[in-house]
């Protein structure tokens, strides 16, 4: 193959090499994302929901994935998320240190993976190999069919499929192949799990968000009175997390040390602590109905705030509602 057409196929700029051949041994074959399909929406879509469900699973053990390509080759991540969605502990050493220890960590992960979804190795989309050489259409196969099993509900985009090219070392030199790596399902309207409220307001009744926020806003300024605080602007008071926990701690319960948060954060660091513990506290009381990502309270994103607020303004709304009922006549 002409090295000009390799640029080509493989969609390269000028200056970043393409595959050599001695790279590959002879037969050997390496699949590549050309630039457009990475960038195709769906896929893009598809690694954010992925990540904000692993750091949302992974929340109280404070880790936090950026890149599903770069951060899940060695097993680390992979262990500490099967073992909590499995509720189990796997015999596997907490940190491996060279490629040898990373790699049997790896398989002792894939090895319960697989038996957990009842899959032998030759029908898994993904090995050791693809794992640890950081193949992320392996890495999507992988967390897919974990999604599947352990969180049915989450919202998976459907369909996803990207253009696939796969080189391979002959004789005769390097020889190429396109193909479509279908991601996840096809599916009906029937099938999909019921849409993101929030989603749904935002889209199809934009002129109605404000209405909504001014009922969340009422409700928290009520709990949050007794403390003398109260609440003007939904989108920017919860970025640094302070009152959302206190607002927590007001309706459930908690008694929260000032050792356990920063009652005037001074950095975004700080504030991201806050709002973690906060999302935590949320997820052990089964508040949170989607994945959130801390870092999207934070940044103000006025969606991920009240999907946030909403499970603990439904929850407490409707047990007033409860205690109002009356209880009926006397036998």
């Known amino acids: 193959m002409e090295l000009e057409s390799l640029y080509d196929l493989l969609?390269?700029?000028?200056?970043?090499?393409?595959?050599?051949?001695?790279?590959?041994?002879q037969g050997g074959k390496k699949r590549y994302l050309p630039p457009t399909s990475r960038k195709?929406?769906?896929?893009?879509?598809?690694?954010?929901?992925?990540?904000?469900?692993?750091?949302?699973?992974?929340?109280?053990?404070?880790?936090?994935?950026?890149?599903?390509?770069?951060?899940?080759?060695?097993?680390?991540?992979?262990?500490?998320?099967?073992?909590?969605?499995?509720?189990?502990?796997?015999?596997?050493?907490?940190?491996?240190?060279?490629?040898?220890?990373?790699?049997?960590?790896?398989?002792?992960?894939?090895?319960a993976v697989n038996r957990s979804l009842q899959l032998e190795e030759r029908q898994a989309k993904w090995s050791v190999e693809t794992i640890f050489n950081k193949d992320l259409l392996s890495t999507l196969h992988l967390l897919v069919a974990l999604a599947k099993r352990f969180q049915p509900n989450l919202s998976l985009?459907?369909?996803?499929?990207?253009?696939?090219?796969?080189?391979?070392?002959?004789?005769?030199?390097l020889k190429s192949e396109k193909s479509?790596?279908?991601?996840?399902?096809?599916?009906?309207?029937?099938?999909?799990?019921?849409?993101?409220?929030?989603?749904?307001?935002?889209?199809?009744?934009p002129e109605k968000v404000n209405a909504v926020k001014e009922a969340i806003v009422n409700f928290v300024n009520q709990k949050l009175d007794r403390l003398g605080l109260s609440v003007q602007n939904l989108d920017t008071q919860f970025?640094?997390?302070?009152?959302l926990l206190l607002l927590i701690g007001q309706l459930e319960g908690f008694f929260l040390h000032l050792k356990e948060f920063y009652l005037t954060p001074n950095s975004p660091a700080e504030m991201l602590h806050n709002v973690t513990l906060a999302l935590e506290l949320l997820k052990d009381e089964g508040l949170l109905s989607c994945p959130v990502s801390p870092e999207d309270i934070v940044?103000?994103?006025?969606k991920?705030?009240?999907?946030?607020?909403?499970?603990l303004f439904c929850k407490?709304?409707?047990?007033?509602?409860?205690?109002?009922?009356?209880r009926g006549a006397p036998n």
């Open 11 to 25: 969609q390269l700029p000028k200056g970043v090499e393409p595959p050599a051949e001695e790279m590959l041994s």
């Open 180 to 205: 479509v790596e279908q991601l996840t399902e096809y599916s009906t309207d029937k099938d999909q799990p019921p849409k993101d409220v929030f989603d749904e307001l935002f889209k199809l009744a």
């Open 157 to 173: 985009p459907t369909n996803v499929q990207v253009e696939v090219i796969t080189i391979e070392s002959t004789k005769s030199g």
């Open 40 to 111: 195709d929406p769906k896929f893009e879509e598809l690694q954010k929901v992925l990540m904000e469900w692993i750091n949302t699973t992974l929340l109280p053990e404070h880790i936090v994935v950026r890149s599903l390509e770069e951060d899940m080759f060695d097993g680390l991540i992979l262990h500490h998320l099967f073992q909590r969605l499995a509720a189990l502990k796997l015999e596997a050493e907490d940190i491996a240190l060279t490629a040898a220890s990373q790699k049997h960590k790896l398989a002792v992960v894939l090895e």
């Open 304 to 311: 991920s705030t009240l999907r946030v607020l909403y499970g």
């Open 239 to 243: 970025a640094d997390g302070v009152i």
């Open 299 to 302: 940044n103000k994103d006025a």
């Open 316 to 326: 407490h709304t409707q047990r007033a509602h409860r205690d109002s009922m009356p």
